[in-house]
């Protein structure tokens, strides 16, 4: 099969590689649309030490299923599926809590450390095991089941904020996954969502998506600002989607007393947290990791249209254009969102 193979850090070649093996309780799915995720783009280089070449990568997919193992049930060749990017073992003291995004042997898609190793679904063939299925409803195409894990991620960090109707939120990096947390929020019935980033383009953009403030926090008046959005007191809530410590700052400072921030985003392995400000104020501050058993319920969401995931595709295009497109996506102030590899697709075209 054709697989988009990194074989060396930064280098990304379009190769023939042996089609994935398949387990007892696997099921082999022919990729249709994969999502080129940060994670990827920031991790290719070596950074992260999360894709140590030689590496398929690529967790955020969906297609059809061609090949079941010999112990799966309930699934069939010919199934429309996508599937989570944490592939958890199922039988470990958090998995049988329902804690599968913390699974003391989970193993993520697309990703090589000094751990593990799992090829991943820039490919046209990949094997996942059928815990991990969910079935694609028909009113979403195979683009917009791609960011269910995305989406996933996002909703998860809503539930642990427990929002309720009419709370005000902060969003901060309005990235992919502040975008869709942005959206989450209103579809949850938050109001105000406002969002901070320091660029320009990305403020239009959430001001676009519903945003009801889009704010560069580095302002000298977006303290008063906030509070001017949120009857003086602050937002019942921030979610911190960039992992930069400006940023935690940020969350941190744009909440009531007593409100909530969810850390979402880890770009840095560390960050200087306000302490004085958290404990003076009773912060609650969680940290959220992927998702945790949302699929079902954002490809609901997807179908019912109460978010807009077309309105974050860039581009789409062919498995084989994939390396020109990470080059693009690596390129500073890319005005680029998400760009969908489609294998066996023709030539790439905007979206």
Request: charged content about 20%; overall charge neutral.
């Amino acid at each position: 099969m054709k697989a988009l193979v990194l074989t060396a850090y930064g280098k990304l070649e379009h190769l023939d590689v042996p089609e994935p093996t398949l387990g007892a309780q696997d099921v082999l799915v022919q990729v249709a649309a994969c999502g080129i995720c940060g994670s990827d783009v920031h991790g290719m280089d070596g950074s992260t030490g999360r894709r140590i070449p030689p590496l398929i990568m690529g967790h955020e997919a969906a297609g059809t299923i061609r090949e079941i193992g010999r112990d799966v049930s309930g699934w069939s060749a010919g199934d429309r599926v996508t599937f989570d990017s944490t592939i958890s073992c199922g039988a470990c003291w958090h998995c049988v809590r329902g804690e599968s995004n913390l699974c003391d042997n989970r193993t993520v898609l697309g990703v090589s450390c000094d751990e593990y190793r799992r090829d991943g679904a820039y490919a046209e063939h990949v094997s996942v095991p059928q815990r991990i299925l969910c079935r694609i409803p028909a009113a979403v195409g195979f683009a917009q089941a791609a960011m269910t894990e995305p989406l996933a991620v996002a909703v998860h960090a809503v539930r642990l904020a427990r929002p309720e109707v009419g709370e005000s939120a902060v969003v901060v990096g309005t990235g992919m996954i502040g975008l869709l947390i942005l959206q989450v929020l209103r579809a949850a019935g938050c109001s105000p969502v406002i969002a901070l980033d320091i660029d320009g383009a990305k403020r239009e953009r959430a001001r676009a998506m519903g945003a009801a403030l889009a704010l560069d926090p580095r302002s000298p008046g977006v303290a008063k600002q906030v509070l001017q959005g949120t009857d003086g007191r602050g937002a019942d809530m921030a979610f911190e989607a960039v992992g930069v410590s400006a940023s935690v700052q940020s969350a941190a400072g744009a909440v009531r007393r007593g409100g909530r921030v969810v850390l979402v985003g880890n770009l840095s392995a560390n960050v200087d947290l306000p302490l004085q400000v958290i404990v003076t104020r009773q912060i609650t501050v969680r940290g959220s990791c992927a998702s945790q058993g949302e699929f079902a319920a954002c490809l609901r969401m997807i179908g019912e249209r109460r978010v807009d995931l077309d309105a974050l595709i860039s581009a789409r295009a062919p498995l084989e254009e994939g390396a020109a497109w990470f080059g693009r996506l690596r390129e500073p102030g890319a005005p680029l969102l998400k760009v969908i590899l489609e294998p066996g697709a023709g030539k790439g075209r905007a979206s």
